[in-house]
């Protein structure tokens, strides 16, 4: 099972990006897709999330400038980011509860990330 996430780079304060992540490899079923993130220095927060029957969840700091869905497949997922601000420069990882197969055996899947560079 792979993660690949696409669609940082540098944006200017107070504007947007698209971050995707698709999953796959040996998938029975995907359960959560969530995105973290990590600046320089600092600990991994995780951003959003959505479960498999479309519940999100949001860090407080994002609430209402980030969106996060997935496709009616379920893979991938975006995160749409909008009013970027210069403190959110950051590496953006999406993470996912996979079932895999064939022993349908689940475990937490992590992509290798990607940069996200906000300027002022």
């Known amino acids: 099972v792979h993660l690949v996430e696409s669609g940082g780079g540098l944006v200017y304060a107070g504007g947007s990006l698209r971050l995707s992540c698709a999953a796959s490899g040996m998938i029975f079923s995907i359960n959560s897709m969530n995105w973290s993130r990590q600046a320089p220095g600092k600990q991994r927060e995780l951003v959003a999330g959505?479960?498999?029957?479309?519940?999100?969840n949001y860090a407080d700091s994002v609430k209402c400038r980030f969106a996060i869905s997935r496709d009616k497949a379920k893979n991938p997922v975006y995160l749409q980011m909008n009013i970027l601000q210069t403190e959110e420069t950051a590496f953006y990882y999406c993470h996912a509860a996979i079932v895999s197969i064939p022993f349908r055996t689940t475990r937490e899947y992590w992509g290798p990330g990607t940069q996200v560079t906000v300027s002022s």
């Open positions: 959505i479960t498999s029957g479309g519940i999100t």
